[in-house]
């Protein structure tokens, strides 16, 4: 096997087993407590809902009048070659489809109105209850299932609000209405027509699961090809130094032909189904011919003088099967989509029955001021219960001193920092705050003193000026430009084609990294947080550049207390102590020059940083 072949073939059982693992089920059972709980989303547009209901009813009943008011102009007025009964026919008649037309453009109308306010509640809350999740769920749930909820799920819910029910009921008013007058005109051959209801159904629910399938896998195998591609566009410069163009391509063209196939399948399925969706129509209309005619023939021969009965018999049933049969499918197609239905409504109360950030305790007090003071008093921390990360850790910072956390990768550096910004309460043990325990003080509180400025520079779309101002709403354009002034960086920010006012771009895009962090820096200046914790940068940006910013961080810093996850030499001389964590322990603490002189894990640490030069 080529080495190019294993590459694709590993590549793609990769995405294979990605996109099976990241599958959600898209059925799931009808589940009344689920049912109830969507209704109750209508509660508050209940006059809507009610009104649709109405409007609902009266369509369920207007066309099988439609059919059974043609049929008999056709054997009354028309067969009777009565030129002012057919006149007054065809005014009744035009009344009637323009009334069904009205009551149709009245239900479509309000069922989306209905389905849209649902969704957009729905989508409102789930954001709202997004925000107050704690960091737990974010570290634990992916973000495109996150995504998910809110769009395709909360789509499918909004079908089954705005469709199933209300399409179900015009079809199921359909069906009894038109089977009620067969019945009534000639209940032996409604008998006989009725029986094929089921089989109808069958056929249809087999070519319809099937056809599921079908587009599943085209949207599955669609979605590969855009990961792909996806992935080779912003990989364009990985792939053409390692030249691996002509393997990249190849796979893509195999992941193209695996979409083609499954599109080849859909066409083949759709070629037999709904060829013989048309066949049923003929089919049933064969039927009611030959009991028509045996109906005449008994009529003539065994009962004579009943021949147009069953002549009548036969048009009624002409117009109105179509109403009893269509419903069959359009029913089959409702409950597929009251099951996708199922599945969404279940995952989406599932994420909002998730519990809210309980990290406060029930007496947690609003601090007004913190001078800065922590203090880690045996704090042991597990994200998983029975997989400690930090151990009975334990060490004191006065206000203003600036602490450099340094380890190797994975020794617990950011879960330090994540239990100071109280995105975590520590498992045993406390972290106080100007001595209150981080549980005891309002995260909302907290959150006024604390500033974090993290390694990946998040910026929102939106301009610069924008982007300083996410630290306070209320700031006025000259206070963002004092906490600019502030950190001596107004020049480098100006320099922008339009300064403070430049669009930041996605994420920040148009933006170099530099950039990007000194508007972090001036968010947190802005704030003036007594507490700062940053997690420095490791990206590197040209020496100039990395002077100013190292100028800049020395001005956010004074004065306050920081935690640094530091990744430069320069950053951790400046600290007044330097914490050394190895395997969630604090191993060593003290200043650079003490560490040094001790020999111990920093010293090693420290010959790295050197070598390679940081
Ligand atoms: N969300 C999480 N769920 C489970 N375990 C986690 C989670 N985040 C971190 N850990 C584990 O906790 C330990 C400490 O991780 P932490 O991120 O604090 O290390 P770090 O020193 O900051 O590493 P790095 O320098 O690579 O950022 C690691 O073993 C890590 O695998």
Not at 211 to 232: G, K, M, P
Not at 276 to 298: D, M, W
Request: hydrophobic content about 45%; glycine content about 6%; charged content about 20%.
């Amino acid at each position: 096997m080529s080495a190019s072949r294993l590459d694709i073939e590993t590549a793609d059982r990769a995405i294979t087993r990605r996109t099976s693992r990241e599958q959600e089920a898209k059925h799931r059972p009808l589940d009344l407590g689920l049912i109830r709980r969507l209704w109750t989303y209508t509660e508050p547009y209940a006059t809507l809902r009610n009104t649709l209901i109405v409007v609902v009813l009266t369509r369920a009943l207007t066309l099988p009048l439609v059919a059974w008011l043609l049929s008999s102009i056709l054997l009354g007025p028309v067969q009777a070659k009565d030129v002012q009964g057919i006149i007054w026919g065809a005014v009744e008649f035009a009344a009637l489809a323009a009334f069904t037309a009205v009551v149709f453009r009245y239900r479509m109308m309000l069922s989306l109105r209905l389905g849209e306010r649902v969704l957009h509640d729905l989508r409102n809350e789930i954001f709202v209850h997004l925000q107050k999740l704690p960091m737990r769920f974010y570290d634990t749930t992916k973000l495109g299932r996150i995504i998910s909820r809110m769009t395709s799920d909360a789509e499918s819910m909004r079908q089954g609000v705005q469709d199933v029910l209300f399409v179900t009921l015009v079809q199921l008013g359909h069906m009894f209405v038109a089977a009620a007058i067969m019945a009534w005109i000639d209940l032996g051959l409604f008998l006989a027509l009725a029986v094929m209801a089921p089989i109808l159904w069958f056929v249809v629910q087999f070519f319809r699961s099937r056809l599921t399938n079908v587009y599943r896998q085209i949207q599955e195998s669609f979605s590969r090809v855009t990961a792909t591609l996806a992935e080779s566009v912003s990989g364009v410069r990985v792939t053409q130094s390692f030249v691996r163009q002509d393997v990249n391509a190849e796979l893509f063209a195999q992941l193209v032909e695996d979409h083609s196939r499954h599109h080849h399948r859909e066409a083949q399925l759709r070629g037999v189904f709904l060829p013989l969706l048309e066949l049923n129509n003929q089919f049933f209309i064969a039927l009611i011919l030959a009991f028509g005619a045996l109906q005449i023939l008994r009529g003539t021969f065994l009962a004579p003088g009943s021949p147009e009965v069953a002549y009548d018999a036969v048009v009624y049933f002409f117009f109105l099967t179509p109403l009893f049969f269509g419903p069959v499918i359009a029913l089959g197609r409702q409950y597929n989509i009251a099951l996708a239905a199922m599945a969404g409504a279940e995952r989406v109360f599932n994420l909002l029955d998730t519990e809210p950030q309980q990290l406060d305790a029930p007496n947690a007090r609003d601090i007004d001021h913190l001078s800065g003071s922590v203090q880690f008093d045996d704090a042991c921390f597990e994200y998983e219960p029975g997989r400690p990360v930090l151990h009975n850790i334990n060490f004191t910072v006065e206000p203003g001193q600036m602490i450099a956390l340094v380890g190797e990768t994975g020794s617990g550096k950011s879960t330090i920092i994540k239990l100071i910004s109280k995105f975590y309460l520590p498992t045993s043990g406390q972290i106080l705050l100007d001595g209150i325990p981080t549980h005891d003080i309002t995260s909302a509180s907290l959150a006024q003193h604390l500033g974090i400025v993290l390694q990946n520079n998040f910026l929102f779309t939106g301009t610069v000026m924008d982007n300083i101002r996410v630290a306070r709403h209320d700031a006025t354009d000259e206070q963002v430009i004092d906490a600019v002034r502030r950190l001596d960086c107004l020049d480098l920010l100006e320099a922008l084609p339009l300064g403070l006012r430049a669009d930041v771009g996605e994420r920040g895009g148009n933006l170099s990294l530099g950039q990007r962090q000194l508007v972090c820096f001036a968010r947190a200046m802005l704030a003036d947080p007594a507490i700062l914790i940053l997690d420095e940068a490791t990206s590197s940006v040209d020496t100039i550049t990395e002077a100013r910013i190292q100028r800049s961080l020395a001005r956010l810093l004074a004065g306050r207390t920081s935690f640094v996850v530091a990744h430069r030499l320069s950053t951790i001389r400046h600290a007044d102590r330097v914490i050394v964590l190895r395997d969630g322990n604090l191993a060593e603490a003290g200043t650079h020059a003490q560490l040094l002189t001790r020999g111990g894990i920093y010293a090693g640490l420290y010959r790295q940083f050197v070598k390679s030069g940081i």
